[in-house]
């Protein structure tokens, strides 16, 4: 803090300055590595709390994403605006979501931060919240988000660009595919880009366990001969196998 003072004080530098190649300001970097007191003293002293940065991220959005909570707080309570939004960033509840930080997503939601704001690039936060399994996060801290934006209102049936089941069933998330059907998911609407449903994309990746979590809640589908856990299964490998024979066939034409 020495040195933080010296430089704003004395030698009169700007508090709201980005860094090299568009890095974040001075608050930015404290929100980062949650530096309360250091956040503190920037705001203190002229520190814009809802500067974007080079990479499209305001200060929330740099807190939201380590989970500081109390940086949180602070710039919530100073003026930061908890929908802010980036063209490709979304929201700090977007980035909340994507790390699986569920106590910076909570505290967001608390502060009124909208559930359905759709990022131009990922979706809704309860897609980017699903999406988080494939960058590590672990599907329990994943189902903890998840719940906590249901609760707050969160759309489970929106197609922008796939539905959560969707999401869930491609990445094979059976906690959250059971909460998600619970809290009224609908899983008869298909993936707008192949048409398929969360049950064909389940039984084609031979998760049999969620064709049959899914298979009571839903409705028959006409293609299939028989409407049973095993004849979605063999339908679904059947399709594949002719689908891939088409491609190669088609293939072979254009040669």
């Not at 949180?72 to 977007?94: C, E, K, N, W």
């Not at 049936?157 to 619970?182: Q, R």
């Not at 339908?235 to 293939?251: G, N, R, W």
Request: with cysteine.
């Amino acid at each position: 803090m020495k040195v933080c003072e010296y430089l704003v004080e004395e030698l009169g530098l700007d508090v709201n300055a980005g860094g090299s190649r568009g890095g974040p300001p001075p608050l930015g970097c404290a929100a980062l590595s949650g530096e309360c007191v250091a956040a503190r003293y920037l705001l203190n002293h002229g520190a814009d709390p809802n500067k974007i940065d080079g990479a499209g991220l305001a200060p929330l959005h740099c807190a939201a994403k380590n989970g500081n909570e109390e940086v949180m707080r602070l710039l919530l309570s100073r003026g930061a605006s908890v929908d802010i939004d980036d063209v490709f960033q979304g929201t700090p509840l977007h980035t909340a979501s994507s790390f699986g930080n569920a106590g910076a997503l909570k505290i967001l939601l608390d502060h009124h931060a909208d559930p359905n704001r759709v990022s131009q690039v990922s979706g809704t936060p309860l897609i980017m919240a699903l999406d988080s399994t494939k960058h590590g996060v672990s599907e329990s801290d994943t189902l903890n988000c998840v719940k906590l934006l249901v609760k707050a209102g969160a759309d489970m049936n929106s197609a922008n660009p796939k539905t959560p089941l969707v999401v869930a069933a491609m990445y094979g998330l059976a906690d959250c595919i059971k909460y998600l059907l619970e809290a009224g998911a609908n899983p008869n609407i298909p993936d707008k880009q192949c048409g398929t449903t969360p049950i064909e994309i389940a039984a084609d990746s031979g998760r049999r366990e969620l064709v049959e979590i899914l298979f009571p809640f839903t409705k028959p589908i006409q293609c299939v001969p028989s409407w049973s856990v095993d004849g979605i299964i063999t339908h679904v490998k059947s399709k594949h196998l002719k689908d891939k024979v088409q491609t190669q066939f088609e293939a072979h034409l254009t040669r």
